[in-house]
C-alpha cells in the first residue's frame, strides 16, 4: 500500500468511528504528516533535535540548533559531541541539563544503547522506547516524536501530549481532559492509525 493510500484508509477509519471525527477530518483535509517528517535522521540526530528544541517556542529553538549546527560545521558525530566544550554548548543557547542530556544521548549512541537508523528499523515500539528512556533526560514523549518524525511508526499515541488531549477534549465537547490511562483506553478504538488519529488531534478547531 503507498503512503497515499494509507493516509486515505486512515482517514477513512476514523471517519467512520462517529460525526465528530468525521466532521473534523472533512475540516482539516488529508493527513500531510509526510511532509512534516525527517525521515533521514538517525535516531542520535533525532533526539539531540528534539532535546535543543524542548520547552522552547519554535524561533528561539531554530537560533539554538543553528548556533549548535555552526559550531561543529555541520550535524556533529556523537564523539565529537562527548568532546565539546561544556562553555562551548552554553554558548550556543543550551542550559546545563540540555547539554548533560545530549552528552548523555551521544554516549548513549557510542555504546550501542541509541540503535543506528537500521537497528532502529528492526525494534518494535515498544522496545525502542523501553531502551531510550533509561537515557538521563529523555521522556516517553520525546521517544514518541522520534518515532513518529523519524521513523514513520504509524500506531503511536502520545498520551502525555496536551495538545492531544486538549483536542481530544474539544473534539467531544468535554468539561475535563481524560487523564492518561483514559486517553490510551479511548485511543485503542484508533488503533492501527493512532499517529494519524494524533496528528488531527492536534488541528482540532479552538
Excluded at 471525527?21 to 525521515?39: D, H, Y
Excluded at 555541520?74 to 548533560?100: H, M, T, W, Y
Excluded at 513518529?148 to 501530549?161: A, K, N, S, Y
Aim: net charge neutral; glycine share 8%.
Amino acid at each position: 500500500m503507498s503512503t497515499t493510500q494509507f493516509y486515505a484508509e486512515a482517514m477513512r477509519f476514523l471517519s467512520a468511528i462517529d460525526e465528530d471525527w468525521a466532521q473534523l477530518i472533512s475540516k482539516v483535509g488529508a493527513c500531510t504528516i509526510g511532509a512534516e517528517a525527517e525521515p533521514e535522521l538517525s535516531p542520535y540526530q533525532a533526539l539531540v533535535q528534539a532535546v535543543a528544541y524542548q520547552q522552547l517556542h519554535g524561533k528561539a529553538g531554530d537560533a539554538i540548533f543553528a548556533r549548535f549546527k555552526n559550531h561543529f560545521g555541520g550535524f556533529p558525530e556523537p564523539e565529537q559531541l562527548v568532546a565539546a566544550q561544556f562553555n562551548d554548548l552554553r554558548a550556543c543557547g543550551f542550559s546545563g541539563r540540555k547539554i548533560e542530556t545530549i552528552c548523555g544521548i551521544a554516549n548513549g549512541t557510542i555504546s550501542g544503547l541509541v540503535p543506528t537508523r537500521q537497528a532502529a528499523e528492526n525494534m518494535s515500539d515498544a522496545e525502542l522506547i523501553a531502551r531510550l528512556v533509561t537515557l538521563k533526560g529523555i521522556g516517553q514523549w520525546t521517544v514518541e516524536m522520534m518515532l513518529i518524525f523519524t521513523l514513520g511508526r504509524m500506531d503511536i499515541l502520545p498520551v502525555d501530549d496536551f495538545a492531544v488531549v486538549e483536542g481530544y477534549k474539544r473534539l467531544k465537547k468535554l468539561d475535563i481532559a481524560p487523564k492518561r490511562k483514559e486517553i490510551a483506553e479511548i485511543g485503542k478504538a484508533w488503533s492501527p492509525h493512532r499517529t494519524i488519529a494524533s496528528w488531527y488531534l492536534w488541528r482540532v478547531p479552538k
